[in-house]
């Protein structure tokens, strides 16, 4: 009966054994085998490389972006291109220096475009075609036909808006008369005379 026992096991130890030999080839082999959709991109890849490998473009079509130096993260844009053309071709407005506002009326002294010459403006005031229509502490509102423009004080001449203080009535002082103080005047002492003494002196 030993022996029978030994020889069924020493049967089934030999039969895992293949098999497990067997299993193991199957794993590695599946294991290293590509995929097929790996093998499709593959092929993928090389057809767009060889189609579009005599497309690819010129260098010259790149020059714009080196002299423009369009990547440069400081780049700027000049004032000619951020400054809006006005519908009605002007591009020479008034400079603004300083406004003096007050309670009935307000002035700003504004430079002429076409003299260069600096005089006070108030409202309604026409300054080279343009219309004064409103002044404000730091900025006036020009008109131009249907053109509504705005301009503000100018920062490189340091001028600020300033407000006139309200006139104060100045008090009147009257002058008090100073009335003289009354003199007192003194009663001259009368000295006795000789002669009176002994008159006296008798008629006692």
């Known amino acids: 009966m030993l022996r029978n026992y030994f020889l069924i096991n020493m049967v089934i130890v030999i ?22 959709a790996s093998v499709k991109d593959g092929l993928k890849s090389k057809d767009i490389d060889i189609k579009f490998k005599d497309k690819l473009p010129d260098k010259a079509s790149f020059q714009i972006i080196s002299s423009k130096d369009l990547f440069r993260p400081s780049r700027t844009a000049s004032v000619a291109d ?14 603004l220096f300083a406004t003096i506002i007050r309670e009935n009326d307000s002035i700003a002294i504004i430079e002429d475009p076409d003299t260069k010459k600096t005089k006070p403006y108030g409202v309604n005031d026409l300054v080279s075609g343009f219309l004064v229509s409103k002044i404000l502490e730091d900025r006036v509102i020009l008109l131009l036909g249907d053109e509504k423009i705005e301009i503000k004080l100018r920062d490189d001449k340091g001028i600020k808006t300033f407000r006139p203080r309200p006139l104060l009535r100045q008090k009147v002082k009257q002058n008090r008369r100073n009335t003289p103080a009354p003199v007192r005047r003194r009663t001259p002492v009368r000295r006795p005379i000789r002669g009176d003494l002994t008159e006296d002196t008798n008629g006692r």
């Open 82 to 95: 951020l400054r809006t053309v006005p519908k009605n071709g002007h591009t020479n407005y008034p400079k």
């Open 15 to 36: 039969i895992l054994g293949f098999l497990g030999f067997k299993f193991y080839h199957v794993v590695t082999y599946s294991i290293e085998m590509p995929s097929e």
